[in-house]
């Protein structure tokens, strides 16, 4: 049996302020397909406030895909704090929450203590 789509939801409600106004709205990722006509994986995502409508992203498997998203979201989140949107999830600053902080220290050995 082929498999042509692994069905999941993944939501994570999020502040904003825009102009100085505050409102919360949803980051979603979930649901990747086998496109055939692209002879990849799609990943499913929407940001509100940034991109409402669903968009997706492309891998050769299903996990590629799913860190493409994750990755393209990380940059997407710090591109429009750069045009002025403030986004967090628990705290300002912290990007959504789609930090990597194994990623971003280069080494394991630098990685913060995970907060539970």
């Given at each position: 049996m082929t498999v042509n789509t692994l069905k999941f939801r993944l939501e994570r409600e999020l502040q904003f302020r825009i102009g100085g106004e505050h409102s919360t709205g949803k980051l979603f990722v979930g649901d990747l397909t086998w496109q055939e006509d692209k002879k990849r994986w799609a990943c499913h995502w929407s940001l509100a406030h940034v991109h409402p409508e669903?968009?997706?992203?492309?891998?050769?498997?299903?996990?590629?895909?799913?860190?493409?998203?994750?990755?393209?979201?990380?940059?997407?989140?710090?591109?429009?704090?750069?045009?002025?949107?403030?986004?967090?999830?628990?705290?300002?600053?912290?990007?959504?929450?789609?930090?990597?902080?194994?990623?971003?220290?280069?080494?394991?050995?630098?990685?913060?203590?995970?907060?539970?």
């Open positions: 669903v968009g997706r992203l492309y891998g050769a498997d299903p996990l590629a895909a799913l860190t493409a998203t994750l990755d393209f979201l990380s940059i997407l989140i710090r591109g429009s704090e750069d045009d002025g949107l403030v986004v967090w999830w628990q705290t300002e600053g912290d990007h959504a929450g789609l930090t990597f902080p194994m990623s971003e220290a280069q080494r394991w050995k630098e990685m913060p203590p995970q907060k539970a």
